[in-house]
């Protein structure tokens, strides 16, 4: 099934404090074009300069996720990013007035409710995910972090955190579906143990925070005198801990395991850095902002390594096209006929096989004691596979005549039992009936031949 990328239907703008710096900030979130992204603009500075949610951009990961390009800057971005994934978003610009985004209450809340209340709407470019089809796997010793993904049909996601804590040693949370996350993930908020806030604020490293910015774990005795001095520190009134909980009470928990589900929530945010959608099932535990975003950093390189190697075929998957239905939208029969099936076809790409054996009419003089299947032929099958593409996309009877091949280049010779798999992809969008695609032939994962293809597409004479 064809999933089409998305958009806000409306802008919306989100105000508050950043956690760390204390700035008061603005976001502007926009509607944007197809294979745009998220990308955050910071209209404070001179030139406005543009900054991606790219995990090769990250620079510091100690209190939050930050991002620098050429000297511009926005942090604690996790929560929006997450929000953007969790509501099914692809293309959405970022207008920030300053270098910190705000904290809110320390979840993904007012985001998702923004977004609710602006709308989505269905762009026309189909949306490309990471689909998982192996094992990734990072283990972080600085922080004890190990982070799995492994193949799935959904982007869903296990974490589980540990603690040297009475009142938060191990908690475990789960995602069965990204769909999910607005109800079950979007208001868990982020949390910080006694001992870690005494020092922030000793540290004065925390000038936007509250005491509702999130959940303060208490796991020690503490005197009416400090809890009278911590609440005078944020302005707050009066606070207790809670005995069962081990929390402050101006917070209720939303969860029993809201911690976990927060890390979850920062999960999210973070591997959106690698800049695509999730098909995978993500295994964390103890994660952390420096961990996850190591684990963006490779599921980025795995994406890249996926798109540059040969596909993956699934023998017990239906063919999306049999030669029946190859035979409806391409002229070209026996001995000609160069494609046995298409596996997988995109908007942008196809994916097709032939099984080479040694019964092919051309080995008969090509060569009789040494069988090689002739270069030219390979490049004729590419631009079938090639028409396929573009014909399926025509109303009507169509033919596509190739009026220019360049840069073609043979890697391996091809013999009697390999299977060859094409893979074309349009390299422009079709204007005025002229297609350019380019073609990789593979058997196995190694490339045997390649080539560009431009073609003209005719409409078929009755």
């Known amino acids: 099934m064809v999933v089409r990328q998305k958009t806000?239907?409306?802008?919306?703008?989100?105000?508050?404090?950043?956690?760390?710096?204390?700035?008061?900030?603005?976001?502007?979130?926009l509607p944007a074009p197809e294979n745009h992204g998220f990308k955050f603009k910071r209209v404070d500075l001179e030139n406005e300069p543009i900054i991606e949610a790219d995990v090769n951009l990250v620079i510091d990961t100690s209190r939050g996720t930050l991002l620098e390009k050429d000297g511009a800057r926005i942090g604690t971005i996790e929560h929006a990013l997450a929000a953007l994934i969790g509501m099914d978003l692809d293309n959405v610009l970022i207008e920030v007035d300053n270098e910190e985004a705000p904290i809110l209450d320390g979840s993904s809340k007012y985001f998702v409710e923004a977004i609710e209340k602006a709308g989505i709407v269905e762009?026309?470019?189909?949306?490309?995910?990471?689909?998982?089809?192996?094992?990734?796997?990072?283990?972080?010793?600085?922080?004890?972090?190990?982070?799995i993904a492994l193949p799935d049909d959904d982007y869903r996601l296990n974490v589980m955190i540990s603690f040297k804590s009475n009142v938060l040693n191990n908690q475990f949370a789960t995602l069965k579906s990204i769909s999910e996350f607005k109800d079950e993930i979007a208001n868990c908020r982020t949390f910080v143990f006694l001992h870690e806030l005494e020092f922030l604020l000793n540290n004065n490293l925390i000038k936007g925070g509250d005491l509702n910015n999130a959940i303060v774990i208490v796991d020690k005795e503490i005197s009416r005198k400090e809890l009278d001095r911590l609440a005078d520190l944020f302005?707050?009134?009066?606070?207790?801990?809670?005995?069962?909980?081990?929390?402050?009470?101006n917070v209720d928990l939303h969860f029993d395991n809201e911690c976990a589900r927060h890390k979850l929530l920062d999960i999210v945010g973070d591997l959106a850095l690698c800049g695509k959608h999730i098909k995978g099932r993500i295994i964390a535990t103890k994660p952390g902002h420096g961990p996850n975003t190591i684990f963006a950093k490779a599921l980025k390189k795995a994406y890249a390594k996926s798109i540059e190697g040969a596909p993956v075929i699934d023998p017990n998957v239906e063919p999306v096209m049999d030669v029946n239905r190859i035979r409806e939208l391409?002229?070209?029969?026996?001995?000609f006929l160069l494609v046995d099936k298409i596996v997988s076809i995109s908007e942008n790409e196809i994916i097709g096989v032939k099984n080479v054996t040694v019964n092919e009419p051309f080995f008969q003089g090509h060569f009789p004691e040494e069988p090689v299947m002739p270069g030219v032929l390979?490049?004729?099958?590419?631009?079938?596979?090639?028409?396929?593409?573009?014909?399926?996309k025509q109303k009507g009877k169509y033919l596509t005549y190739f009026i220019r091949i360049d840069n073609v280049k043979f890697r391996k010779k091809v013999v009697p039992g390999d299977a060859l798999i094409f893979k074309l992809t349009l390299t422009s969008p079709i204007r005025r009936g002229i297609a350019n695609v380019k073609g990789v032939t593979y058997v196995g994962d190694k490339v045997v031949a390649e080539g560009e293809f431009m073609a003209q597409i005719v409409k078929q004479t009755e």
């Open 8 to 29: 806000l239907a409306n802008s919306f703008i989100i105000e508050g404090r950043g956690l760390h710096t204390g700035v008061d900030v603005t976001m502007n979130f």
């Open 123 to 147: 762009q026309g470019a189909e949306r490309e995910y990471f689909e998982i089809r192996e094992k990734i796997q990072i283990n972080d010793e600085k922080s004890g972090a190990e982070i």
């Open 235 to 249: 302005a707050h009134d009066r606070v207790e801990v809670k005995p069962k909980q081990g929390i402050f009470n």
């Open 330 to 335: 391409l002229p070209h029969r026996y001995p």
């Open 378 to 392: 390979l490049v004729e099958a590419m631009a079938q596979t090639g028409g396929l593409l573009v014909l399926n």
